[in-house]
Each structure stands twice: as C-alpha cells, then as structure tokens.
C-alpha cells in the first residue's frame, strides 16, 4: 500500500499558508458564505459530499469549514488528472493535502475504497464528489458513482453531509483559469444514512435527490 | 491630497455619530424590553444601525484620504454591486472573458477616469466604447443562445454598478468657483440626503403608508412613505446648505430632485429583484441584503446630482 503523506493530524506549514490563503481568496472572488440547513458544524468524522463543476468547488467548501477541521478534511480527487506531472502532484498532496485515487484501476494497491478508508481509519473526515468528474452539461447534477454506497456500508457511523455548491461553475468553468468574481454559497444539508436493507441505487439516487433538493435558486426557466 | 475642510466635517461627524448613538441607544432599550426572542422587526433594527455604523467608519476614513481614498472606496463598491448584478442575471460559459474584463478592466479603467479628472473619456467609456465593444465580443465567440438578454444585463450590469456609482467620487473632480478644496462635502451632502431620504420613506410609511404606490413592484412602498420622505429630506438638504455652495432654497431643490432620482432608483432596482425572483441582491452586509439593496436609491440619484451641479455651478 503506498504510503500517504496525510496521516499527520494538522497540517504543514505549507498547508496552511495555503489554506488560509485559498480561504481568504474565495472570500474575496466569491463572498461565500454556508447556509447549514439540516445539519451544524461539526468537529465529527464526516463525509461531505457535493456537487462538482470547477476546481474551485473544493477550496469553496473547505473555505466553509473551520481552520481546525480543515486540517483533518481530505478532498478527494482523480490521481489520472492530478497525478499527471509532479507540479499537479505537489499542489494536490503537498499543499492541498488532497487523496489522489484512480479512477481506473488494475493493482490492488490502487483500490480507491481501501484509500479513503485508510483515510477514515485514521480519524479524517473526507470532501466527496460522487458523480466522479466535473459536470459540465446542462444537467444539474449527473448520476453517482457507488463510492459514497461503498464507504458507508463499510463505515456506518461516519456521517455523510450533502453540500450543494451554487454557482462556482460559472465563476470558474472547466477550461478556464481566471475566476470570474460572483456571490457563491454553499448549502449544508441533513445527513444522510443508509436505511436498513436499502439497495445501492436506491440509496444513491436518494443521496443524490437530497443533494439536489438544498439547490436555494428559485425555479426559474434555465 | 485634497483635505476636508475641518469645521464642517467636525459638525458632520458630531451629527453623524450623534444620531447614530442616539439610534443604537433607542434600539438597545426597545431590545432591553422587548419579549424575548425578540422580534424579527427589532433584530433587523439593531442590525441595521450596526451596518450604519460601519459605513460611516469606512466613508470618514475614506474622507481623510481625500479623492484617491474616495476613488478607492467607490472601486470597491462597484465591485461589490457588480458581482451581484451579474450573479443575478443569466450568463452563460461563453461570457467568461467578458464577464472578467467587466471586473478586470472596466472598474479599474472607470475608476483610474475619475482620479485622473480626465472627464471627456470618464462620460463616454462605458456608454459608447463598453456599449459597443461588449456585444461585439460575445458575437465574435460565436453563442448565440438568448443573445440579447445576455449582452443586455452585460450592458446594465457595468451602467448601473461602474458608470452611475462613479458618478460620486466625480464630484471631487469638478470645480465650483469660490467652492475650491471643498467638493468632498458634496458627497457628504448627496450620501446625508439620499439614504436619508430612504430611512425617512421608510418611517413614513410605517406610521402613515396606507396607499401602495406600486403593488406589483413592491409591496412596502406608499404615497405616504414617498411625499414624506421627500418633504423631510428637502429640508434636511437646506438644513445641511452650509455644507455646499448652493442657498438653502436651492439645496433644497437639489436634495428634492436627488431623493426623488433616489426612489426611483430603489423602484426599479426591486422591479428587477421581482423579475429574477429573489428579495435581496446579495448577503454581503448583515441586516441589509447586499451592496446594491443599500445602494439603489445613490445609484440613480449620483449622476442627476452630479450633472445639476456641473451645470448650474461650474
């Protein structure tokens, strides 16, 4: 099993700077602010899981939490894109302490579930984009992938937190790397359990309807 | 750096902090006594005059820096108004350039007009090379989708929270005879009047509002709340004549035609609220929604207030 470099329970110098400063960043571009809507915020091992459309969806919902639970939150992001050159791994591990896993995998080592519960065994809490990709269709939200089934039937007791994330796809779209400065919000939803015997699909399109229901625009035409 | 004359900004200040003070006193006691909870009507009270508070921090420290602290202050404001105007509004992937250059190029561009005094281009940048830039931008990338809407709210976002906002630290640029080193009491005297005017109206029509002036806009504006306010601040702005150059009867006018620039303002700013669908622009300030729910009625009321004094008085 390769070796994380996580495992500390605060961050590196480096990671701070970099936190505090991305945190200060998205305050500035976006004025974002958390809405905790069904749930508060909480030191408790977690699993946030949101919405994907930017890179920037990350450093929006970290920059929600607090410095201390920050420190033990793990973003977790594909090691096919992030683990390309050793620039893109050095800003994913070394500065954002992020859990690079592949999204296509053959050795056992690379089993993405075993991963992220090594990152939960350790006390983490992680930051999941269960569609697995940026979304850019005119879809609100794309279908999930089982990651999320997989994680909680294997640890129950971490709580999964949906987190819908406004508007960060038109401040900084795939492709692009200028944020345009827009007010963003990010909505902390109730958590959401596994019900007994509930199937996987099921409860993945139940995660993913929760998910969508914390969307606060009013309805409108587009 | 130009200096604000000492006499009047002590008087200012004074009447400033004292009439806060004496609003934050009222609310506090009101609080004091208040059942708790306390109602949503008091909680908004208190923080709305913790908001007051704070801007006239930031305006007085901006009036010590004189035009540059004055320029910076409005950039900012801007910013502010315009990231909520084009948050509101629909956009779509292909706008990203355009959208940035608004942030990154108009305000900065506008802003750098108004400290250098350089009027002919400060009155036309936006209106005629952003008017006709902009759309030509959007067309060369190609997306056609809902075309005019888009460049459309492109064209009122930079007009409404860029071209009318810097109309106030412009004041600073033009020269009253006999008035020389003393223009940021101008501003003192449109920002007193103005958002005067919007908390007068609002007194007014709580005590006597009985007929809505625009049901179908907004549901809190009256014939009461309007004429009241507007007599009330008129005679605020002759009260405050010694402020400006202007006598305290044509003080009184110029505050009239401002205030009333200023309710228009705060009229069509909710009807475009109405249109999309949301109460306030923003969450920026505690209390108050966003920039641009406290800056409505001085977007409107700027550029009149800067035209009549460019015109009657230089």
């Not at chain 1, 420190?71 to 791994?89: D, F, I």
């Not at chain 2, 007009?113 to 009155?123: D, E, I, N």
């Not at chain 2, 908390?199 to 004429?227: A, C, D, H, M």
Request: charged residues 15%; hydrophobic residues 50%.
């Amino acid at each position: 099993m390769p070796k994380l470099h996580l495992r500390a329970n605060t961050f590196t110098l480096l990671q701070t700077v970099t936190s505090v400063g991305l945190s200060a960043m998205a305050w500035v571009v976006t004025g974002v602010r958390p809405i905790w809507n069904g749930s508060q915020p909480s030191e408790r091992q977690r699993i946030y899981f949101a919405n994907h459309a930017s890179h920037g969806d990350f450093i929006l919902l970290s920059a929600c939490l607090s410095e201390k639970v920050r420190a033990r939150t793990h973003a977790v992001a594909a090691a096919e894109y992030w683990g390309k050159s050793r620039l893109r791994r050095f800003i994913a591990e070394d500065m954002l302490s992020s859990v690079l896993i592949h999204r296509q995998w053959t050795d056992e080592t690379q089993n993405p579930i075993s991963i992220m519960l090594s990152v939960l065994d350790d006390g983490h809490s992680l930051i999941l984009f269960p569609e697995g990709t940026r979304n850019t269709t005119e879809a609100d939200l794309l279908p999930f992938r089982s990651g999320l089934y997989n994680l909680s039937m294997a640890r129950p007791d971490v709580e999964l937190i949906p987190c819908w994330i406004e508007n960060m796809s038109r401040v900084l779209p795939k492709g692009q790397f200028l944020p345009v400065p827009l007010l963003c919000r990010v909505v902390f939803g109730p958590p959401v359990a596994i019900a007994p015997g509930e199937e996987r699909r099921t409860f993945l399109e139940r995660a993913r309807q929760t998910l969508l229901s914390l969307d606060p625009r009013p309805d409108r035409d587009d | 750096m130009t200096l604000p004359p000492m006499q009047e900004t002590v008087i200012l200040l004074v009447g400033l902090v004292g009439v806060l003070t004496t609003a934050s006193i009222v609310a506090g006691i009101l609080s004091w006594r208040a059942p708790k909870p306390l109602p949503s009507t008091l909680v908004n009270l208190t923080q709305r005059i913790n908001a007051w508070w704070v801007m006239v921090v930031a305006i007085t420290v901006a009036f010590f820096f004189g035009r540059t602290g004055m320029t910076i202050l409005f950039a900012l404001i801007s910013f502010a108004a315009l990231r909520e105007f084009v948050t509101l509004t629909h956009s779509r992937r292909s706008d990203h350039w355009v959208l940035l250059g608004m942030f990154a190029i108009i305000i900065p561009y506008q802003y750098w007009l108004v400290w250098t005094a350089w009027y002919g281009l400060f009155t036309i940048f936006i209106p005629v090379y952003c008017f006709l830039l902009m759309p030509a931008i959007t067309a060369l990338n190609g997306d056609t989708e809902r075309f005019l809407e888009r460049v459309s709210a492109q064209q009122w976002a930079v007009m409404i929270s860029v071209y009318c906002v810097s109309h106030v630290p412009a004041l600073l640029t033009l020269n009253v005879p006999g008035f020389e080193g003393r223009n940021l009491l101008l501003i003192a005297f449109l920002i007193i009047t103005v958002q005067g005017s919007d908390v007068f109206q609002y007194i007014f029509g709580k005590l006597f509002g009985r007929n809505l002036l625009s049901p179908s806009v907004s549901p809190s504006k009256t014939w009461e709340g309007l004429v009241g306010g507007l007599v009330a601040s008129s005679l605020l702005g002759a009260l405050l004549s010694f402020l400006t150059p202007f006598s305290p009867l044509a003080a009184a006018g110029v505050a009239f035609v401002a205030c009333l620039m200023g309710f228009l303002g705060g009229l069509v700013a909710s009807a475009i609220k109405r249109d999309q669908g949301v109460k306030d622009w923003g969450h920026l300030i505690e209390g108050h929604g966003g920039m641009m729910d406290r800056a409505d009625s001085l977007v409107f009321a700027a550029p009149v207030f800067f035209h009549i004094v460019r015109y009657f008085w230089t």
